[in-house]
């Protein structure tokens, strides 16, 4: 059991060090969007896809370690939480895992903040994106001779100083 807790503790360190790095690239990628430098956000966001891939596989571990835990401290509960898993080991080492737990919980509450924040700065770049192309898009109609199709547009046709002249 000693090397299960020693494994899940192990683990949720690792959890811990590549939250802290998907914090600050999330907080880097959000000041980029700002900034409106878009080959730096698309650096960025590889790098914090990257990140999501780790903890993604950190957390299957965890998970699948939890409940071979819970299964070895209580055989009638094959699927329990990290908080309730806490609660029921040795008192020794309660402390140390509910500090991790707590620091863990603490940077993905200040990830999710923060991709709140990215997700609404994104939303305003697509919207002012959009309403670019639909101004471009009128304005296109307003002047342009020829229809898609490529025949004249006969309400388009204006005279010109130049078609008076000639």
């Known amino acids: 059991m000693k090397k299960q807790f020693d494994e899940l503790k192990s683990i949720l ?86 500090e991790l737990r707590k620091s863990l919980k603490s940077k993905i509450n200040e990830l999710v903040r923060i991709n709140t924040s990215n997700q609404l700065l994104l939303n305003e770049s697509l919207e002012v994106i959009k309403k670019n192309f639909e101004m471009v898009s009128q304005f296109q109609n307003k002047f342009a001779g020829y229809k898609q199709t490529g025949t004249m547009d006969k309400k388009t046709v204006k005279k010109s100083i130049v078609n008076q002249i000639a």
């Open 13 to 98: 360190a690792d959890e811990v060090t590549i939250h802290n790095e998907v914090v600050k690239t999330a907080s880097e990628l959000n000041k980029a969007i700002k900034e409106k430098n878009v080959d730096l956000v698309q650096m960025l966001t590889a790098r914090y896809d990257t990140y999501i891939g780790q903890i993604e596989i950190l957390e299957v571990r965890r998970l699948e370690l939890c409940d071979n835990i819970a299964k070895a401290l209580k055989p009638q509960n094959h699927h329990m939480n990290l908080q309730n898993i806490i609660a029921i080991m040795p008192k020794e080492l309660q402390k140390s895992f509910s």
